[in-house]
């Protein structure tokens, strides 16, 4: 049993605990995890009472949904709902000392093709299954497809484009036959989600970035347009990949790069009201993220047991009214942001 809250994934029929496991770190990002450390910190998050996990193929070029598989198979399977990701499917590496791993600092020796086309959708989620060791997935992501990733209007829109004339309708089947139960996108930027509901029919977001403490810019139009389609939200990068849990350290990072001036002094200005109210900024972060109602979970990475369990008490912290008062009344957070 979870002592989590859960919310509804839109229409679906998938319900999710509110805290859910980002699992990029079960990749190797950044870090190298021994498989010890990294089933240790999913059975941390399984006692905390997390029981919805987001993975990928791109995580660690499969490593993070084998760990994750291995961990999953051992529990019952109407326990916990998975989601994992369409777009890249992987190919073993022809030169392993040549590889270029980018962010994985481990990971397994697999390349990637970029394919939203119907064949490679099919053959990317019967390859998660397979690497999961599970005969089902409840939620897919449409990953990555957007600017952040492909640099240029002319890429975007080609794979756009393969999404909506082919792959779009191995996503449709999937669904409708119950292999799934929902479809969804991930989002690193704004700009995307009109444009993905202007050509497909999807139950939720998976936002990265546009949504946090320190910037508010999607409540204007995109997120007012996905509570009018009943279009629910998941959160990652809950700490803005980095700064809000760090707060406004020398090499803190904002959108997987490093933080600006202005973010740096802008962090500042909420860590010093936190001091004020006697509250943190992680907690700060990780409960506004849930108090706006279109978002159904939020799923912070971790990469020991100890992450997790910080995470789980920090959205049970006691945060005064004033401090959310203040920090509107500053300028700091946006009037209309939902708050606790």
Known sequence: ????PTRMIGRTGASVTQVGLGCAPLGDLFDELSETQAQAT????WDAGVRYFDTAPFYGYGKSEHRLGTFLRQQPRSDFVISTKVGRVLRAARNWQSF???GWVGGLPFEFDVDFTYDGIMRSVEDSLQRLSLPSVDLLVIHDLDFYFHKNEARVNAYLNQLFTSGWRALDELRRNKVIKGVGAGINEQGMIPRFLNLVELDFFL????????TQAMLESEFPRCAEQGISVIIGAVFASGILATGAVPGARYFYAPASDEILAKTRQIEALCRRHQVSLPATALQFLLANPIVAAIIPGAQ????VQSNTRLVQQPIPAEFWAEIKATGLLAEDAPTP
């Open 304 to 307: 020991t047991p100890e992450h």
């Open 207 to 214: 936002v990265a970035n546009g949504y946090n403490l320190l």
């Open 1 to 4: 049993m979870s002592n989590i």
């Open 42 to 45: 999913l059975q941390a998050a």
């Open 100 to 102: 270029d791993k980018a």
